[in-house]
């Protein structure tokens, strides 16, 4: 059984700037995690999204990991990066293979464009396997 966790405890506004969306997430021994969020767009455009692995926990040194995602067909994907380029109010998920041997990610976001409203990140579940 997955066990779902908040990983924000409040909403938060994006800037065009990567910032961390909740805590560090232990995920040494797991195969899989997914993230469930919900996303006011307001007036900005583009909301991104990254997970950056770690090996220490609070360590400075940050990796892309090469991700999968899932939606409904609102995004575009690069190798590391989700972006969410519908003017929209979105609720949206997506899955990181991580193999057993990441011990630590982070999530980030950022918009390309701040509007005279910033997007809000309003929620933000994960599971892991």
């Not at 700037?17 to 021994?29: K, L, N």
Request: proline fraction near 2%; glycine fraction near 4%.
């Amino acid at each position: 059984m997955v066990v779902i966790i908040d990983l924000l405890t409040s909403a938060k506004t994006l800037t065009v700037s990567w910032a961390d969306i909740g805590v560090e997430i232990s995920t040494d021994g797991k195969n899989d995690i997914d993230f469930w969020i919900k996303l006011t767009i307001n007036s900005s455009n583009n909301v991104q999204f990254r997970a950056l692995a770690k090996h220490t926990n609070a360590h400075a040194d940050e990796y892309d990991i090469m991700t999968e995602t899932y939606s409904a067909g609102k995004n575009t994907e690069d190798a590391t990066i989700h972006e969410l380029n519908t003017d929209a109010n979105q609720k949206v998920m997506f899955h990181i293979p991580l193999k057993r041997d990441t011990p630590v990610i982070q999530l980030q976001a950022k918009v390309l464009t701040v509007g005279a409203t910033g997007a809000t990140i309003d929620e933000v579940k994960y599971g892991e396997t």
